[in-house]
């Protein structure tokens, strides 16, 4: 069964309470949290301010997905807002390793993510000690956007790289993951579905988060 984790980027953030409550009485696994600096990436979402309480509001799983520059920065205050899992972007750190040591020591799980162009090579001496890699099947920074098909091929390199390995670590999709294509994405070989808009803009998020659950 994947493991399902919403995007609160496409929440009603007039009405955060109403979707946390909804989330935590689906079957999504983890609530995912994207972080945008306005410079990483071009657009800006939310901070401590709205990560701290939907933190404390939830009964899963916070999975926060960390789309700005020096990362390193900030984990321990991430942790400190209720972080469970924390993923970098191994294009904003030229000191990975220490990243996930960081993160690690502050108990946290350890995620990196991979931006579209990004070869899945690039993890080769460094796979045993993540987590979590994040394949962005978009371009980072916005929600809603058009599943980009080359992912697809870049999921079967990774668990092949994972297998070879012996690695403990799960591969989640993030962007444009819709009920149509979840089928070939989990047969590729994720483990987690990442969705925005394809929950909260269903006329029955609940609804479509079980069915995601089924696949
Ligand atoms: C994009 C974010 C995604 C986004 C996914 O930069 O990392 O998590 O919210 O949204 P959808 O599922 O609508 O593509
Ligand atoms: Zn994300």
Redesign the pocket.
Known sequence: MPIIAP????ADFLNLQKDCEMLNASEADWF?L?V?DGSF?P?ISFGFPVIEPVCKATTKVCDV?L?ILEPGKYAEAFQKAGANILTVHIEACPHLHRNLQQIKSLGMKAGV?LNPHTPVDQLHDIIQDIDLV?L??????????Q?IPRTLDKIRALKQLITERGANTLIEI?????LENAPSILQAGADVL????????SADPVATIAALKKL
């Open positions: 995007s609160l980027l496409s995912h994207d945008m990436v657009n997905h789309m993510a994040c962005m099947s978009v371009n980072p920074g916005f929600g809603g956007q599943f993030d962007g444009g993951v819709t990442v969705a925005g808009n394809t929950v909260f803009k």
